[in-house]
RNA sequence: GCCGGAGUGGCGGAAUGGUAGACGCGCACGACUCAAAAUCGUGUCUCGCAAGGGGUGUGGGUUCAAGUCCCUCCUCCGGCACCA
């Protein structure tokens, strides 16, 4: 045969695919059970990296099983469009953001094509078109009516790079997620959403879930529940005119009650801030100044006492002093704590700087002592509500107007939604994206765009001019891949049930505490409202591995050890990557492979070498007939659970036995084996001998009978230690087995064995495998 | 500090408690070639000429049998962390 000319090949087939529609999924196919198959959705940054092709190339080797087993499997595409970077580029090359972002998903479609692989392109969603946000928009409107959306002004995160405002969650080490600059608290008001409200469930529900360990773990500690109770503590003073009423506390360990020898507030605590002292005003501005990082990072305990004022033990009435001290945070439990230095190391180090009492206890009973001093059992989580305001233009406008006059009561007071009618609230274009560097969206300076009439009383109001977060975009596109189409509605109800939850969800590890937590929270929420008909969006998810440049380094373009796919494919084809990258590590784990050229190499070897294959007349011989059903068996179930590395090297180990002389059957189904990870190769081939569809685009069967040969190769072990291998028939009995390996180790090991004859203690046979004889 | 996960050749990695190192890379030698590349073949855990011995981070344990199960310690990776 010709050489593999991967480069028209691929391109021939790639070029059908799309033209015909291959991969587009219908709802429903007669005899077809559906399958959903989700893998993140790629940022349009506009340049296919190894990342992509191991997030989308590597998961079709499983998306093209299904099919062949019979599934009816969705296989979506879309573009995450909003973001910052769109932003950035338009600031720094005076571009416009909308065509940045569209200019590269048109030509990162081109690059995803070059993959081969099995995407239904007529579901693409594109998270910044309007007809998408416009729903995102409208579910933002229903979570405000349900009351999960209220506007505060409390201490968050800003970024003074990206100069805007961030959820905790893209907070890493006090510093911003994605430009790495350090954050600073600043009070702002700033829509929130309340996912607190659903910290139990996301916690509990975990466990019915089919996924790691280490997911379920991370998301557990990130949302950090404490289960404790809240004390009461009166207050007593030597200064009438104030009313001080109590001081409330949390713990988690009332049994230390009577250990308490002082107490301790937040700076931000009301107790702190109503002192008129003028070291505890000092105290507090000092406080004030630190960034979160320098306030957590330091364990070094600085403090003032609260003077003139005492707080009275509920378990024993006895005083103790109160203290103003950064250790205790304002925003978790009351703001406020019992310290009990005997027991807790923080306040041991506290009180022994400040000279305070230790004192040492027996602990006795949590819940008796609660009930006696009247406390209340409660929950406390390190979960805060998602913060989901930017200060950014690129991005979907939050579907909210101020309006002076008719301001409604409550928190959200002096705001009202956008009429439901009136979406989307489309994101105008601006002469100049610069951002107003007081926290306001470069979006503020399009007046004409601000102004509106109040949808309540129709008056002169302006349009919330702050953007959402993106992850709240990518919180619901697996529902909107069902009915990407649909202008009434988000989805409709029918396809939603037609292919929710999805049956397996593969992505990155870094979206752990952020996507995965977002979108699982969001999807409760629409739970709740009835708009989806299931409480967890994700069957089973698995976080797949990182690939590293040669050197075992992350790839960054300032190490130089960037490997770029165009370039690799181009040389070698887009099957050979495709399958180098199956073959380099299991992809259900989360590793770090390093991209070894000279792996990718071996690829196209094997390939070439398949493709060189020539069928003939001639029969198989019964051990080889084994071996091609052993293969088939455990090809597919390699693949089933992702260990593609191995199905890999098992098709390795077929080709080496078939390639010198290869019956047309057994080569049939090697080229159905193959199909899966060298699409291109494998339909090219199928092509060439002739085969029609139905005769080969499906999974070959085994011959259970066949999958053991008639004699097998047996270890004999004296003491666990292998002596000798034994040739014996795989229904042998136990008595003959044991005769023989006896007869075996006698001839091959004649010094040992004698010495050790006529004392075996023991000995045992495991079947096919191993005879052992104990002396 | 708390919670997870992992430690196997020169490298990526294989091994339902049953012959450790499959498969691939690399390397060595050989064939082809004037030569090289490509390709093909053979070998490749380690000590030993061999017979044989040793070997899966450490030390113990369970078992006829341990990379695999249990305990100790060490190292690395990930999550959380002044969260009361």
Redesign the pocket.
């Known amino acids: 045969m010709d050489k593999y000319d991967h480069q028209s090949i691929e391109k021939k087939w790639q070029e059908r695919w799309v033209s015909s529609g291959a991969f587009n999924t219908p709802d429903k196919k007669d005899g077809a059970e559906n399958f959903y198959f989700l893998t993140e959705f790629p940022y349009p940054s506009g340049n296919l990296h190894v990342g992509h092709w191991y997030a989308f190339s590597v998961p079709d080797i499983f998306v093209r099983y299904m099919r062949a087993r019979g599934y009816n499997v969705m296989y979506p595409i879309g573009f995450d469009a909003f973001g910052l970077p769109a932003e950035n580029a338009a600031i720094k090359n005076k571009l416009n953001p909308r065509e940045w972002t569209f200019n590269n998903i048109e030509y990162m479609r081109g690059q995803l094509r070059s993959m081969g692989a099995s995407f239904d392109w007529s579901r693409e969603v594109i998270t910044a078109n309007p007809s998408y946000y416009k729903w995102t928009q409208w579910l933002f409107l229903q979570f405000y009516k349900k009351g999960l959306v209220y506007r505060k002004e409390t201490a968050v995160n800003w970024c003074p790079k990206d100069l805007t405002v961030l959820a905790n969650e893209q907070v ?1 080490d006090g510093k911003c997620e994605r430009c790495g600059s350090l954050v600073e608290q600043r009070m702002m008001p700033q829509w929130n959403i309340k996912i607190t409200d659903y910290a139990d469930r996301l916690i509990d529900d975990l466990k019915d879930l089919d996924w790691p ?2 997911i379920k ?2 998301q557990t ?2 949302i ?1 529940r ?1 289960e ?1 109770a809240e004390i009461d503590f009166k207050l007593t003073t030597d200064v009438p005119r104030l009313n001080l009423g109590t001081l409330t ?5 009332p049994d230390t009650l009577f250990g308490v020898t002082y107490m301790v507030v ?1 700076p931000e605590h009301a107790l702190a801030q109503q002192s008129d002292d003028a070291d505890v005003k000092e105290y507090i501005e000092q406080a004030k100044q630190k960034t979160e990082l320098e ?2 990072g ?4 600085t403090g003032v006492e609260l003077k003139g004022v005492k707080a009275i033990n509920p378990a024993n009435n006895s005083e103790v002093p109160i203290w103003v001290a ?4 304002g925003n ?2 009351t ?1 406020a ?1 019992m310290a009990v230095p005997a027991h ?1 190391e ?1 306040d041991r180090e506290f009180a022994e700087k400040h000279n305070l009492p230790i004192k040492q206890i027996e602990l006795e009973d949590s819940k008796k002592i609660v009930e006696q001093v009247g406390g209340k059992w409660t929950k ?1 989580y ?1 979960l805060r509500d998602w913060v989901v305001s930017r200060q950014r233009f690129w991005g979907v406008p939050i579907p909210m107007i101020h309006c002076e006059k008719c301001a409604t009561e409550g928190e959200n007071k002096g705001w009202n939604p956008v009429k439901e009618t009136e979406l989307p609230v489309v994101l105008p274009d601006l002469e100049d994206y610069l951002p107003t560097g007081e926290g306001k969206s470069p979006l503020a300076k399009k007046h004409d765009w601000v102004e509106v009439a109040c949808p309540k009383c129709g008056g002169q109001a302006e349009r919330e001019t702050d953007t959402l977060d993106t992850f709240v975009d990518s919180s619901w596109y697996f529902e909107r891949y069902t009915d990407p189409k649909n202008d009434n509605e988000f989805a409709s109800k029918d396809k939603l049930k037609t292919w929710l939850p999805v049956n397996l969800y593969s992505g990155g ?1 870094e979206h ?2 952020m996507h995965l937590l977002y979108s699982r929270f969001w999807h409760k929420a629409m739970f709740d409202l009835g708009l989806v008909g299931e409480s967890e969006p994700y069957l089973k998810r698995m976080n797949r591995g990182l690939i590293m440049g040669p050197d075992g380094q992350k790839m960054s373009k300032s190490k130089g050890n960037v490997i770029d796919p165009d370039a690799v494919v181009a040389e070698l084809g887009a099957d050979t990557v495709r399958m180098y990258l199956a ?4 992809y259900n784990e989360v ?4 991209w ?1 050229p ?2 990718t ?3 196209r ?2 390939l ?2 398949v493709w060189k294959l020539e069928p003939s007349n001639s029969k198989l011989s019964p051990q080889v007939e084994i071996l091609l059903n052993q293969t088939i068996k455990k090809v597919g179930e390699d693949i089933a659970s992702l ?1 593609l ?2 199905a ?2 098992a098709l ?2 077929l080709l ?1 036995e078939i390639e010198k002389d290869v019956s047309h059957d057994a080569y049939k189904k090697f080229v159905q084996l193959l199909a899966p990870f060298a699409p291109h190769m494998a339909h090219e081939l199928a092509e060439r001998h002739g085969w029609k569809r139905e005769e080969w685009e499906t999974w070959p069967s085994f011959d259970e009978s066949k999958l053991q040969n008639e004699m097998v ?3 004999v ?1 004296i ?4 002596r000798a ?1 034994i040739q014996l028939k795989i229904d042998a009995s136990e008595e003959e087995a044991l005769v023989l390996g006896r007869q075996a180790v006698a001839k ?2 004649k010094g ?1 064995f004698d010495s050790a004859q006529g004392k075996e203690k ?1 000995a ?1 046979y ?1 079947p096919g ?2 005879i ?1 004889l ?1 002396v």
């Open positions: 890493v360990k280490q773990e991370a500690n990130w950090g404490s404790g506390v949390f713990t988690t360990r937040a306030r957590t330091s364990k070094e305990k950064d250790y205790v945070l978790y439990g703001g704590i807790d923080r406390n390190h590890s752990t505490t073959f380099i590590g299991p590793g770090a492979y390093p070894n000279n792996g190499v071996g690829v070897r094997f070439d070498r260990k590395n191995t890999v090297s390795m180990i080496n190769m047996v270890a072990q003491n666990g230690k292998v291998t091959w090991l040992p023991k045992v495991v495998r191993v052992n104990v």
